[in-house]
Structures are given as C-alpha cells and as structure tokens.
C-alpha cells in the first residue's frame, strides 16, 4: 500500500520536472539560437518478490519429457527516475535583420568566443563592431575569434601590411578588429579601409584606398572560426546562448566554414530557436495527464488506508 504512494510521489516529481523544462523551452521560443530540451524517465530499482525458476530437465532433443516448465520472477517497481534532459541541436529556421553583422551558421557547427581567458561556444550570430573596431556579441561584449592573415593587426601604426598572398596563421585564434578609416600599408603605399564584407567561408574582405590617387585594393583580413564536437548535446549550458566544452562532448574541433563537416556562414541573418510549439503544447498536455494520473493514484491509495483504518475502528 505504502509504495503506490511512494511511487506516485516520484511520478509527481519527474511530470513537474518536465514541466519546468517545457516552460523553459516556451519561453525561449524566441530567443536566438536556443536549442530545445527534452526530459525522459527511467524506471528505479524494483523490489524482487520472487526468483526466477528454470524447467525441469528433459531429455536430449525432447522438450516435452520436462517434468515442470520455467517461471518468471516477479519484480514490483518502485517508482521513476529523471533519466535525462537531453539538448536537441537540430538547425533553427532563418530570420533576415538586413544587419551585415548578423551572421547564421547553415548547417554544422559554433561560433568562437572569448572573454577574458575563457573559451565559450554558440549558434546566436548576434554580432557587432565595438568601438575599437572589434567584432563581439552584443549581448555580453564577447570576442568573436577568427584566424590572422598575415601580420594585419591594429591599424594604429603605418607597419602594418599585408602579404602579396593569403598566409592564414590556422594554429592560433584571433581577435577580429575592422577599424575604418585607418591606414595601412600595402605593397608600400598608404591606404584607408573603406569597408568590408563577409561572405559564406566566413572570410573578412576589406576595401582599401589609396588616397593619393583613389585607387582602391581588396585584401583578406580574417577568416571566421567555427568548432565542432562529437558530441554536441552533450555541452555545458552557461546562458547567454553560450555553450562549454564537457566531459562528454568531445574536444572542440576547430576550422573554417564550408570545410570538413562545418556549414556555411549567411549573413544579414540570424538562426532562430527550434521550439515547436505544438509539440510543446502536446507534450505539455502529455505531461499535465501524467501529474493528474500519479496524483490519482494518491487519493486511491489514501482511500484505501482509510479504510483499513475504519476496519480497525469497526
């Protein structure tokens, strides 16, 4: 008697706890590259009442000289348990923002950021230059990594320059700085960053001018990072959109767009959560019947008490 009660009081527990990451769920369906979660159960450690039995032995290829068949033992449960609440990384639809800063990852992979000596991870693009020219998430002043071409670095001196040719540095993460209107030399000539543009690799193209004779230049400046990881679901969630390397997720596995498994980069975009409403209200309905049931099974067993009580007093 007293284990219906106990068992329906794990039920209780897990259905709220769905619950809670249902409403998590709905309210960031939103938000900005979230990704949805999912809680499943698993069925704690039964009380044994009986063993197993096996047949009696028969004869040799005659199953039917057996004097007794097996039995089945008989477990009673005692209640569930919160198996999991898994992450589910599957791509989020597009939003257009028409912001050049904006950016959406089209397939596989994460954004690299950085504040102070730690390394976080995101699918939310939600990007923009500082004051120093820096690119980094608005939301929390993150800086976005990239890799280095060449020794391009900050415009405030006339040494910098660029290679005749690209010389990505693919071993170590940088910082992204676009500052306009500085001055660099290329090929030995002074000229000013006009603009810039970001195309599907990732890769920072500046615009540069040569006041003098308003010749213009294009030079690669940077290349974005993105990270992938065996184990997606299986990151650390530290809010802010931002994800950390786990136990369970693998190394991240660090390269460039549109190489290996990593998808492409659409800017002027920005990923979406992937909440389905209406399987959140589905399960929503799934699991407010599963509370109603565990709390049923409560006033049935209390019922039943009572009138093993009432026997007492009859």
Not at 48 to 60: E, F, K, M, N, R
Not at 84 to 92: A, E, F, H, L
């Amino acid at each position: 008697m007293m284990r219906s009660l106990y068992s329906a009081i794990t039920g209780l527990r897990n259905h709220q706890t769905a619950m809670d990451v249902i409403g998590n769920n709905i309210a960031n369906v939103n938000t900005s590259g979230y990704k949805r979660e999912r809680a499943s159960f698993a069925t704690m450690l039964g009380q044994a009442s009986q063993g197993a039995s096996a047949p009696s032995l028969a004869t040799a290829g005659n199953p039917s000289t057996a004097t007794i068949g097996g039995t089945n033992g008989i477990t009673i449960g005692l209640g569930s348990v919160l198996g999991s609440v898994d992450k589910i990384m599957t791509q989020g639809s597009s939003s257009y923002t028409g912001k050049s800063t904006d950016m959406m990852i089209q397939g596989e992979g994460m954004f690299v950021v950085e504040i102070g000596p730690n390394t976080y991870y995101t699918r939310t693009g939600n990007f923009d230059l500082d004051e120093n020219g820096m690119l980094v998430d608005t939301n929390t002043g993150a800086k976005v990594q990239g890799y280095l071409n060449g020794d391009y670095a900050l415009a405030d001196n006339t040494n910098d320059h660029f290679p005749s040719t690209t010389d990505y540095d693919m071993t170590t993460l940088s910082d992204i700085i676009i500052q306009q209107g500085e001055t660099y030399q290329i090929g030995g000539t002074d000229y000013t960053l006009e603009s810039y543009g970001i195309d599907s690799k990732g890769v920072v193209t500046g615009v540069f001018t040569d006041a003098a004779t308003g010749n213009s230049v294009s030079r690669e400046m940077f290349k974005l990072a993105l990270a992938t990881f065996n184990n997606e679901g299986g990151l650390n969630y530290e809010g802010n959109n931002f994800y950390t390397q786990s136990n369970n997720s693998g190394d991240a596995e660090l390269g460039v767009a549109g190489s290996g498994d990593k998808g492409d980069i659409m800017t002027s975009y920005l990923e979406m959560s992937n909440v389905d409403l209406s399987q959140e209200f589905t399960d929503m309905i799934v699991t407010q019947r599963g509370f109603q049931a565990n709390s049923r099974v409560i006033t049935v067993s209390d019922t039943l008490l009572e009138e093993l009580i009432n026997l007492k007093r009859s």
